[in-house]
C-alpha cells in the first residue's frame, strides 16, 4: 500500500526507450518488503505481475533502493532474474513470509510520515 510507479509515455517527445520509476515495490533483482504497515505479498505480487511485467521488456526501470551496486534494470530482465518475483504467486506468498528481517527502527514513524509527504502535527492551532 502506497508503493506507486511512475512510468514515461510512448510518444515522439518522449525518451526511447520507455522507463518507469518503481520505487519500493520492484528492486533490482528483489522486491520491497510485505511483512509491516498494510504490507501484502498477494497485492505486491499481482502489482508487478499485471502492470509492471506488462511493460514493453526493453523498459527501463529505475528503482528506489539498490544495495549492489546496479542502477538500471530492464522489464525483460526481472522477469527472467528477479529470484523472488519470477516464481509463482504461492511460493512468493511463502518466501516473503519467512524472510525473518529485522523490525526496521524507525518504521512506525516513517511510514505513517510518508502516506502523508512528510506532513506531520497537521492539527489546526487555535488562535
Request: aromatic share 8%.
Amino acid at each position: 500500500m502506497g508503493c506507486v510507479t511512475y512510468v514515461m509515455r510512448d510518444g515522439s517527445d518522449q525518451p526511447q526507450p520507455r522507463m518507469a520509476f518503481t520505487r519500493d515495490a520492484l528492486l533490482i533483482r528483489g522486491c520491497g518488503r510485505t511483512d509491516f504497515q498494510g504490507g501484502s505479498s498477494q497485492q505486491l505480487y499481482k502489482s508487478v505481475h499485471s502492470q509492471i511485467f506488462t511493460l514493453p521488456k526493453e523498459t527501463l526501470l529505475y528503482l528506489a533502493h539498490d544495495y549492489k551496486g546496479f542502477s538500471v534494470t530492464t522489464v525483460g530482465e526481472e522477469m527472467l532474474y528477479n529470484p523472488s518475483l519470477t516464481k509463482d504467486e504461492e511460493t512468493f506468498k511463502n518466501i516473503m513470509e519467512n524472510l525473518n528481517l529485522a523490525y526496521p527502527k524507525m518504521i512506525d514513524v516513517a511510514v505513517p510520515a510518508n502516506m502523508v509527504c512528510g506532513l506531520q502535527d497537521l492539527e489546526p492551532k487555535a488562535n
